[in-house]
């Protein structure tokens, strides 16, 4: 019995590690393919200098790390490297981009399944900005409805660090 229990266990602990690895060639299990397609269609419009890049680029940047699974810290390295962005505007561009991403496939994959209503969850760390507060205050709402800050979807306008998420019905 004991050496079964040593082969499952190792059997279970290369599973985790393959399941840690990220995939090169689809979308995280947990991230709605329609995350990727914003990305590789939106990305960026709210940037206004690319510094040493491209929009193209910037789209094929925020599309790898979504594939991927890429953290923050991992984009922010990238845009500083290949864009030569400074280290708090990567950081805040790279946090911003997948929060967009994320927020819009989300959304677009809820509608796509029939969700009916939508609510705004802050991150739960007493950060949230007083904006992101607000909006999630007001509960349940409809999906196609606006949240009192006039967005549909996280990241919250007046929010430079928002990571803030929608929780679906």
Sequence with gaps: MAAFSVLAFRQVARNARKRQQPSTKKASPFLPRAAI????????????????????????????????????????????????????????????????????????????????????????????????EANQSIGWIDLAAKFPGGEDCPPAISCDWCRCDLDFR
Aim: proline letters at 1%; charged letters at 30%.
């Design 37 to 132: 397609r914003y990305a590789g269609a939106h990305a960026g419009e709210s940037v206004v200098d690319f510094g040493k890049g491209n929009r193209r680029q910037f789209r094929a940047a925020v599309v790898r790390a979504l594939e991927q699974g890429w953290a923050v810290t991992r984009l922010r390295d990238l845009f500083r490297e290949e864009f030569k962005f400074s280290p708090d505007r990567a950081l805040n561009v790279a946090q911003r981009e997948l929060c967009i991403a994320r927020s819009r496939g989300n959304l677009a994959d809820a509608a796509e399944r029939g969700g009916k209503q939508k609510r705004w969850s802050v991150a739960g760390d007493n950060q949230s900005c007083a904006s992101c």
